[in-house]
């Protein structure tokens, strides 16, 4: 029951952290967004690395944990622009379906899980994929349907999403079971590293794409100040304070919800990481694949996006099929 729990703690989290994401990245930069929230998750976990006087685990439970950072990184970047400029209703239901892989990989590597929990699987597969589809588009700040991608690309972002972010629960609950706190530590470096090496080949522009398009970019190069800044010299590090006391007239508090994304992926993150210490990956898989459900209820409360009868059936379904599983625990 334990694992049950922690594995739908993990489900809150995540899908807390990609609804925020996908609305943030609609005022941000995709880059951005990723930079900051990984840093804000890295700033968290350090004192608690240092505290911990668990020494470091075997080079081959580091070099899973990198892995999963890997996919980790190519997951985050595929949802979190498919959300944002993609078609929801295509890019959601298509990555829901990422717990098949831990669930199958479980069941190769010798799990057998109880008839009643491969039941409960299937059953919320199927309902997380019925309620991950919808045809709502939302528009934020008056943004033209033009800009969205086309629908093969939604197709295609949701499916590297997919397999990433199953590959990437695969990773980690094999880093886990040597040191959990490590797994997540290596999986988090690993992401943010790779963020930092996109950004530096990349180097994305800054224009203003409308009114407030001066106010974003001040933000933007704050907000990357900061990630640099926590890498450099003290000498670098006073600099980055005077960039960031000089743009303090821009305000900050488009970044809070960044530094929220990063705090619940890394809370995600690691209750998965526990979780699959103490269950069944197949199981643990399948319970932490229901974050599509939490954007859901968030979209439809906070944008007040419509739930038609199948997403609400599949919904349902889901429910059920989490209660098979915990039961079968």
Request: with cysteine; hydrophobic share 60%; glycine share 10%.
């Amino acid at each position: 029951m334990l694992a049950v729990v922690l594995a739908l703690g993990a489900s809150a989290a995540w899908g807390s952290a990609d609804f925020i994401a996908g609305v943030g990245c609609r005022r941000v930069t995709l880059l951005t967004v990723l930079l900051v929230s990984q840093a804000a998750g890295l700033a968290l976990l350090a004192p608690v690395l240092a505290a911990s006087s668990e020494a470091p685990p075997p080079a081959s439970t580091l070099a899973l944990g990198a892995l999963a950072g890997l996919f980790n990184a190519l997951a985050l970047a595929a949802l979190y622009r498919g959300l944002a400029r993609g078609k929801m209703g295509l890019v959601a239901p298509i990555a829901a379906t990422d717990a098949a892989i831990p669930v199958v990989f479980g069941v190769l590597a010798g799990e057998r899980p109880r008839a009643i929990a491969i039941m409960g699987i299937g059953l919320a597969l199927a309902g997380l994929v019925l309620a991950s589809r919808g045809k709502a588009e939302v528009e934020v700040d008056g943004e033209a349907s033009a800009s969205r991608d086309s629908p093969a690309t939604s197709v295609a972002l949701g499916l590297t999403a997919a397999v990433c972010f199953g590959a990437f629960m695969v990773a980690l609950g094999g880093a886990s079971g040597a040191s959990t706190l490590w797994a997540v530590v290596m999986t988090r470096l690993t992401t943010f590293v790779l963020l930092i090496c996109a950004a530096m080949v990349l180097r994305p522009e800054r224009r203003p794409h409308r009114a407030s398009g001066r106010r974003v970019a001040s933000e933007a190069s704050t907000l990357w100040a900061v990630v640099v800044a926590r890498f450099t010299t003290v000498v670098l590090l006073t600099g980055a304070l005077v960039l960031l006391r000089a743009g303090r007239a821009s305000g900050h508090r488009g970044a809070l919800p960044l530094v929220a994304v990063g705090a619940l992926d890394l809370g995600a993150s690691a209750l998965f990481a526990a979780a699959t210490t103490v269950g069944l990956l197949s199981i643990v898989g399948a319970l932490s694949s229901f974050y599509p459900l939490v954007t859901i209820v968030l979209a439809r409360s906070l944008l007040h996006e419509r739930l038609d009868y199948l997403q609400r059936a599949g919904a349902a379904a889901a429910v059920i099929g989490a209660a098979l599983m915990a039961s079968a625990s």
